[in-house]
T-cell receptor
Framework: GIQVEQSPPDLILQEGANSTLRCNFSDSVNNLQWFHQNPWGQLINLFYIPSGTKQNGRLSATTVATERYSLLYISSSQTTDSGVYFCAVGYNNNDMRFGAGTRLTVKP | SQTIHQWPATLVQPVGSPLSLECTVEGTSNPNLYWYRQAAGRGLQLLFYSVGIGQISSEVPQNLSASRPQDRQFILSSKKLLLSDSGFYLC???????????FGPGTRLTVT
C-alpha cells in the first residue's frame, strides 16, 4: 500500500513565526487531505488538495503530485494552531492512508 | 454539510466486557462510512469501511466487528474487549460523490 511520511515529527514555534510541514507519499494518489487534530482529539479538515495550491487565511497548501509531496504552510502562527497535523492520501477512495503526523506547539 | 455524531465520548470498560460504539451522520445520503482507531495520539489506522447498508469491509484482522443497520448509522462492536482495544475511535463519512472525509468527535475507550 501507499506509504506516507510526514516531517518534521515535532515542531516548536514562537507565536508569530511561520512554518512548513511536509508530506511525502510513495505512489500516485487522487485524494490528499490535510487535517488538524486539536487537543480534544477532533480532526478538522484543512484542505482537500490532490494537486495544485490552495489558501485559507493564514494557511496554504501545495501538492506536487508528479513529485509525490505536499506542503502545508502556516504563517503568523498562533497558540490555537497547536496540535497534530495529519496528511492523508489515497488512490482508491476507501483506502486513505494517514501519516504519523507533525506535532506543532506554538508558544506565546 | 455533513455532521457526524459519535457516542459515548468516553468509555471505561473491563477486559472481557462487550462494546458498542455508535456513529450517525446527518446532511448526506448513502455516505461511505469508516471506523478508525488512533493509539497514543498519533497515526490513524483504518479498521472498517462501508459503502452501503449491510456492506462491511475489514482492513485488519482483530477483535472488533462493524455493522451498518441503516444508511447513516455505523456501529463498532466487540463481544469481549482486550486491553489492546484501548484507544481513540473515530468515525468518518464521505459523501458518495465526493472525495473528502469528515470526522466525528471520537470515543476515547479505556479497557482496564
Amino acid at each position: 500500500g501507499i506509504q506516507v511520511e510526514q516531517s518534521p515529527p515535532d515542531l516548536i514555534l514562537q507565536e508569530g513565526a511561520n512554518s512548513t510541514l511536509r508530506c511525502n507519499f510513495s505512489d500516485s494518489v487522487n485524494n490528499l487531505q490535510w487535517f488538524h487534530q486539536n487537543p480534544w482529539g477532533q480532526l478538522i479538515n484543512l484542505f482537500y488538495i490532490p494537486s495544485g495550491t490552495k489558501q485559507n487565511g493564514r494557511l496554504s497548501a501545495t501538492t506536487v503530485a508528479t513529485e509525490r509531496y505536499s506542503l502545508l504552510y502556516i504563517s503568523s502562527s498562533q497558540t490555537t494552531d497547536s496540535g497534530v497535523y495529519f496528511c492523508a492520501v489515497g488512490y482508491n477512495n476507501n483506502d486513505m492512508r494517514f501519516g504519523a503526523g507533525t506535532r506543532l506547539t506554538v508558544k506565546p | 454539510s455533513q455532521t457526524i455524531h459519535q457516542w459515548p465520548a468516553t468509555l471505561v470498560q473491563p477486559v472481557g466486557s462487550p462494546l458498542s460504539l455508535e456513529c450517525t451522520v446527518e446532511g448526506t445520503s448513502n455516505p461511505n462510512l469508516y471506523w478508525y482507531r488512533q493509539a497514543a495520539g498519533r497515526g490513524l489506522q483504518l479498521l472498517f469501511y462501508s459503502v452501503g447498508i449491510g456492506q462491511i469491509s475489514s482492513e485488519v484482522p482483530q477483535n472488533l466487528s462493524a455493522s451498518r443497520p441503516q444508511d447513516r448509522q455505523f456501529i463498532l462492536s466487540s463481544k469481549k474487549l482486550l486491553l489492546s482495544d484501548s484507544g481513540f475511535y473515530l468515525c468518518a463519512s464521505r459523501a458518495s460523490a465526493a472525495y473528502e472525509q469528515y470526522f466525528g468527535p471520537g470515543t476515547r475507550l479505556t479497557v482496564t
